[in-house]
């Protein structure tokens, strides 16, 4: 199984950092993937890893270390456009299994 | 990322009918998907649209239920039969190349079936 663990909410100041875990149970997959999901919307991609270590994409960063089965997604200089649910998904070749979502609040 | 579009984008169904959704993609892809995402849930894979060949469903999900074709390297369908009100759902396509781990979504079909 890939049992997928993430916080469901998490309140943060805009311009602050926050970030979000993620840690999962499974039998092997190729990547680790992160979304972004605002409400009535589809999952919009954000990153992903498929070697230990830390990938930066502007204000978003990902890390993944497979042997403890952890991935945190950061998100620095938040802005209010970033209250939205983020996803943590573990995946091969496209076939993803997800997490319930981190319901991030940014608040003034 | 290519472009993927749905139809329709939502609807309202009675029990017992059936519908069809179509996902459509600006460019050729590898692989197409089916998600569903009930009210409040996170997003659970269907099956994945093999073209020119049977679709290959995740456990729990049965073709009888939710036959899909794929056609071509740009297009798929999805049917929802013989609906009840438990898949009132988001139904969302999904692409990807085997060249590249990135994977995007269409906008999603918002189904309610009373």
């Known amino acids: 199984g890939q049992n997928i663990d993430q916080p469901t909410e998490m309140t943060a100041t805009e311009g602050a950092i926050v970030q979000i875990n993620c840690t999962y149970q499974?039998?092997?997959?190729?990547?680790l993937f992160w979304y972004q999901q605002h409400a009535g919307e589809a999952p919009t991609f954000l990153s992903y890893?498929?070697?230990?270590g830390l990938e930066e994409k502007g204000r978003f960063s990902s890390f993944l270390s497979r042997s403890k089965g952890y991935s945190y997604l950061l998100l620095k200089e938040l802005q209010m456009k970033d209250s939205a649910s983020y996803l943590c998904?573990?995946?091969?070749?496209?076939?993803?299994?997800f997490g319930a979502g981190t319901q991030v609040v940014v608040t003034p | 990322s290519a472009v993927i579009s749905q139809k329709p984008s939502r609807d309202i169904c009675q029990r017992g009918t059936s519908l069809t959704i179509q996902c459509q993609v600006d460019?050729?892809?590898?692989?197409m998907f089916w998600y569903r995402q009930q009210p409040g849930q996170s997003l659970t894979l269907i099956a994945t649209a093999n073209q020119g060949s049977e679709a290959t469903y995740e456990s729990g999900f049965v073709i009888d239920k939710f036959p899909i074709s794929r056609p071509n390297l740009t297009f798929s369908t999805l049917t929802v039969s013989n609906m009840s009100p438990e898949d009132s759902s988001i139904y969302l396509c999904?692409?990807?190349?085997?060249?590249?781990?990135?994977?995007?979504f269409g906008p999603g079909t918002r189904l309610t079936v009373t």
């Open positions: 460019s050729q892809v590898t692989m």
């Open positions: 890893n498929v070697l230990d």
């Open positions: 499974t039998s092997g997959f190729n990547g």
């Open positions: 999904s692409v990807g190349q085997r060249s590249s781990y990135e994977q995007y």
């Open positions: 998904a573990v995946g091969s070749w496209g076939k993803l299994q």
